[in-house]
């Protein structure tokens, strides 16, 4: 049994004529510290699916399973201290607390876990350590992102959640934060899932799942993956 397993995942809004289906039996599996990317145009249902996996919204059908457990058999309160302690989420909107600073909104997400990373060590593996002290309004962009990973990260959670982790940043940042990711999979072991709909950002999965119109088109596992320093777009 694979880590991360779904199994006909299905998912609709709305209702009567104005039903729109944007999952239509999803099944996918991720092995225990891949990169795996969800690709797909928007409104393909990636960030639906993620969301999914994570436990924020509920499908209309099927299971996901976690470690062999189903996310549907859990209590709210189970529900609850699985996003806990198993997920971390990384999002286009960096949602730091303006009055805190980086060190203090990264000490947020070591609060939740029962397991938390050194924060020292990892704000330097982040390159942010220098900015320890500023607040999210003295930050650049990327800086924000770089902050809101160590927020994620912290609680050395099973999953990294990244939906559109680069979408509000320019080039040379959005690779700096994808090789970031990359080092923190490979520092720390936690299995990431990243939506994405830059194509480029296939290349450094190990597994990449295509979506259109709430359907897998294609997946594989990526025999030549490179590094995302070597990404180009």
Not at 140 to 167: F, Y
Not at 175 to 181: A, D, F, G, H
């Amino acid at each position: 049994m694979s880590f991360c397993e779904l199994k006909n995942i299905r998912k609709s809004f709305g209702s009567g004529e104005n039903k729109i289906e944007v999952l239509k039996g999803i099944d996918l599996d991720i092995e225990k510290g891949e990169i795996c990317v969800l690709l797909g145009p928007s409104g393909s249902g990636k960030s639906t699916l993620l969301n999914i996996i994570g436990g924020i919204e509920t499908a209309d059908e099927g299971t996901v399973s976690v470690n062999g457990e189903k996310t549907a058999d859990m209590s709210e309160k189970a529900l609850t201290e699985y996003r806990r302690h198993h997920l971390g989420y990384v999002f286009q909107t960096y949602n730091l607390i303006p009055n805190l600073t980086v060190r203090e909104n990264i000490e947020v997400g070591a609060y939740l876990s029962k397991k938390p990373l050194g924060i020292d060590e990892l704000m330097e593996t982040l390159g942010i350590a220098e900015q320890k002290n500023k607040l999210p309004n003295q930050l650049s962009g990327g800086q924000q992102q770089r902050t809101s990973i160590g927020r994620a990260i912290v609680k050395n959670p099973d999953i990294l959640l990244c939906d559109e982790p680069t979408g509000a940043l320019d080039y040379n940042t959005s690779k700096e934060i994808l090789k970031l990711i990359e080092d923190v999979n490979k520092k720390y072991g936690n299995t990431v899932i990243m939506v994405t709909h830059n194509d480029a950002i296939k290349n450094m999965a190990d597994r990449v799942f295509k979506l259109r119109d709430g359907v897998i088109r294609k997946s594989y596992f990526n025999e030549n993956k490179i590094s995302a320093s070597e990404l180009d777009w």
